[in-house]
């Protein structure tokens, strides 16, 4: 199956700053999607990026298929963007993988 | 419009009790995805149901099993309980029509501790 893997593990950013989340998968993928886990483990969705680029508010992503690898940017972060970010993925009817997450700790 | 809904929120079991699980999806979605998520890692896929048909399995033993009833809510089903299967349980909607290519909704989870 398909191979997930995000890159840092953990992170830890002053309140203000701008990080940048990494997601590389194995193989072509029809499905990908960033999501955000809160404390009490409800996933919130951020978007959906199979390709290409997506803005929302303070945060964007960026998806290049061909080189199998997506990006989440946080602009000008908060202590409520503390939590776990995935990056999930599938290459056909929906057994989608999970990447480790990446989890977030921004201080004030 | 109300999302995706699971119950019970939290729930205690010994080992070797058998345990089920409910899912709500979200108003005119017709797959249900079941995950099992441990504490410190992603979450693991176990089932994917469509229109009553299960179309996709994880690598998880028979002891788990799971079914869709016609208004599109869904039941995982968990026998002889390990200590190993406490997680939390996560299900997801999607209207299931893309061919694979749907936006996944999840709902709050249930979490399961096995004693």
């Known amino acids: 199956g398909i191979q997930v893997e995000q890159s840092p593990p953990d992170l830890i950013l002053q309140e203000g700053a ?5 997601c590389n998968f194995s193989d072509s993928v029809n499905n990908l999607q960033w999501f955000h886990q809160n404390p009490w483990g409800q996933l919130i ?9 997506k803005q929302n508010g303070r945060l964007s992503a960026t998806t290049v298929a ?3 690898y997506s990006l989440l940017y946080i602009s000008s ?4 963007d503390s939590g776990v970010y995935f990056c999930a993925t599938s290459g ?7 990447g480790i997450g990446t989890k977030l700790q921004v201080i004030p | 419009d109300a999302g995706v809904t699971q119950s019970p929120t939290h729930l205690i079991k010994t080992r ?7 899912c709500s999806p979200i108003s005119g ?7 099992q998520q441990v504490l410190g890692q ?5 089932f994917q149901y469509y229109e009553k048909e299960e179309r996709g399995r994880g690598n998880f033993p028979d002891r788990f099993s799971a079914r869709q009833f016609p208004n599109y809510s869904s039941e995982l089903n968990v026998n002889a309980l390990l200590l190993g299967d406490s997680a939390l349980y996560l299900c997801a909607s999607s209207p299931g029509t893309s061919g694979g290519a749907d936006t996944q909704y999840f709902g709050p989870g249930t979490r399961l501790t096995v004693l």
């Open chain 1, 18 to 22: 701008n990080s940048t989340l990494r």
């Open chain 1, 92 to 98: 056909g009817y929906q057994k989608v993988t999970f």
């Open chain 2, 16 to 22: 070797g009790q058998h345990v089920t699980l409910r």
């Open chain 1, 77 to 80: 972060s908060q202590t409520t």
């Open chain 1, 45 to 53: 969705n951020l978007f959906y990026i199979p390709s290409g680029t």
């Open chain 2, 29 to 35: 979605h017709k797959s249900v995805s079941w995950y």
């Open chain 2, 42 to 46: 992603g979450p693991q896929f176990i």
């Open chain 1, 66 to 68: 061909t080189e199998r």
